[in-house]
């Protein structure tokens, strides 16, 4: 018999592949998506499109204006960066307490579901620095779900958050997801796209994306602005 997953849902790379992954796991999925105010919000419109390819049973979108409260490039107008050397600061695209924020939706409706597993796509490895992104932050924000729901407290089960890309490159990401037949041109990564909808080739979440297709030996088959040097 299978059992359901909430899966935190993006309509990106990695959280396209980690949807795939619980599904391969045995899982019914129900991606969680957010509309938080973020300028990049065509994500949404591949969540959308993607959902139900990979079997979601029910996709639901939160919305959630991460705007009011800014602090990013990504929820205000501040400018995301491009071209910057990729390390382990904290870059202005961190979104304050975001993963903190999805997981306590998640973990809401996972209770409501009687389900006891959430899927996350973070990654410690090939990432941009984002303190929400490490293994001991998904170990204590576990620990917390078992401390603080009725289902857990009455001993009706344990939560577990699941992190299947966590130690994985991004080039690893993408060979695992196409061994599961997912279509990245359906996905969308860039912080900063044009009006239409195109990826800016020179944001960090380009450039990792960009680096992880040709690590993996294979060309990116969604579209990048006109000008853009992908490298």
Request: charged fraction near 25%; hydrophobic fraction near 40%; glycine fraction near 10%.
């Amino acid at each position: 018999m299978s059992k359901k997953a909430v899966v935190l849902y993006s309509g990106g790379l990695d959280s396209t592949t980690c949807m795939a992954i619980a599904r391969a796991e045995g899982f019914d999925p129900y991606p969680m998506s957010f509309a938080y105010g973020q300028r990049h919000s065509v994500e949404l419109e591949k969540a959308a499109q993607y959902a139900p390819r990979v079997g979601a049973v029910e996709h639901q979108v939160v919305e959630v204006d991460l705007r009011r409260i800014g602090g990013s490039a990504l929820t205000s107008d501040l400018e995301v960066p491009k071209g910057r050397a990729i390390d382990e600061t904290i870059p202005v695209t961190y979104v304050p307490a975001r993963n903190t924020i999805f997981l306590s939706f998640a973990l809401g409706w996972a209770e409501v579901l009687g389900a006891f597993d959430i899927y996350i796509g973070v990654n410690a490895l090939d990432y941009s620095g984002y303190p929400d992104c490490r293994p001991e932050y998904i170990a204590a924000f576990e620990t917390m779900a078992n401390l603080a729901t009725k289902a857990a407290v009455e001993g009706i089960g344990r939560y577990r958050i699941h992190t299947p890309l966590i130690d994985l490159s991004k080039a690893e990401i993408i060979r695992r997801g196409r061994e599961l037949g997912v279509d990245y041109a359906l996905t969308h990564s860039c912080y900063d796209p044009t009006a239409d909808g195109l990826a800016c080739g020179a944001c960090d979440s380009c450039r990792l994306r960009l680096k992880g297709f040709a690590e993996a030996g294979e060309k990116d088959p969604v579209a990048y602005a006109s000008g853009s040097k992908p490298e």
